[in-house]
């Protein structure tokens, strides 16, 4: 199958000398990243943590607003591998792009530490040397891994007959889990710069479409991604049957549909 999934954007970021990232692609390396979390789940978190992606005039907020599941299901015909690799890809690709928008706020004076919801994420070297970074180095760190990643021929095959290798399936949940690090500081820690820009509908969108994903193919732990549920019940809420009150004039979901929070 002839494709172009490997033509990639790739966005220059702060260097990051210490990037030994290579001898990552030995298909043995179990986990790269780990996370300290700062509080225990549930407890409730302190007044100035109020997070302003989860205002409803921010949510309500989409570039599109069908179906999702529907966009990510495997479609019949369709290698699997082959269609992880391709949603893989472009995901890389979208979630650099969004970096890239406000990548001048993300500095080592702005973020000392990659975090999200009270997690800092610690990048671990080849050989598991926790290492203290600063949000814009993580995130070159995972651009740089995943980038090589998606443009090894031998990872992810482009040439027909090429096989996928057989650690293909953990290696793309790999990439997945920085993906979602990569957008998780995005809400937490440059959302107002988002907005600044009107840029929100593009991000709620991407994240929107990335947690679905993820979701169908179980590509990320729900460990990992829990930070977060709050905005991905209201993001990801799937649309909502054909509307009852006989006023409605289209099926079309209203956006305070979008705004519902259900309880875990
Ligand atoms: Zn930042």
């Not at 937490?188 to 994903?213: C, M, P, R, S």
Request: glycine content about 2%; aromatic content about 10%.
């Amino acid at each position: 199958m002839v494709h172009s999934r490997n033509e990639t954007i790739h966005i220059s970021f702060p260097k990051n000398e210490d990037c030994t990232l290579c001898p990552l692609l030995g298909f043995s390396v179990t986990t790269s990243l780990r996370k300290s979390k700062t509080k225990p789940n549930g407890k409730k978190p302190p007044a100035e943590e109020k997070k302003q992606y989860l205002e409803a005039e921010f949510t309500k907020v989409r570039v599109v607003d069908f179906d999702l599941k529907e966009l990510v299901m495997l479609p019949r015909e369709i290698d699997l591998n082959e269609w992880l690799a391709s949603n893989t890809t472009t995901f890389f690709n979208l979630i650099n792009l969004q970096y890239s928008t406000i990548s001048e706020f993300c500095t080592g004076d702005t973020c000392q530490a990659m975090t999200a919801c009270n997690t800092i994420y610690y990048w671990y070297d080849e050989r598991g040397k926790k290492t203290k970074c600063t949000a814009p180095q993580y995130v070159d760190f995972v651009m740089s891994l995943v980038q090589k990643l998606v443009t090894d021929d031998d990872i992810f095959p482009t040439k027909y007959g090429k096989e996928f290798p057989n650690a293909f399936e953990s290696l793309v949940k790999k990439i997945c889990r920085y993906l979602f690090h990569v957008l998780a500081h995005l809400f937490w820690a440059h959302f107002k710069e988002t907005v600044a820009l009107d840029l929100q509908g593009h991000l709620n969108t991407l994240y929107a479409h990335f947690i679905v994903f993820v979701r169908e193919f179980n590509l990320v732990d729900p460990k990992e991604t829990c930070i977060m549920d709050d905005l991905s019940e209201i993001l990801c809420a799937p649309a909502p049957p054909a509307p009852a009150a006989p006023s409605s004039p289209t099926s079309a979901p209203s956006p305070s549909s979008h705004n519902h929070v259900t309880e875990r």
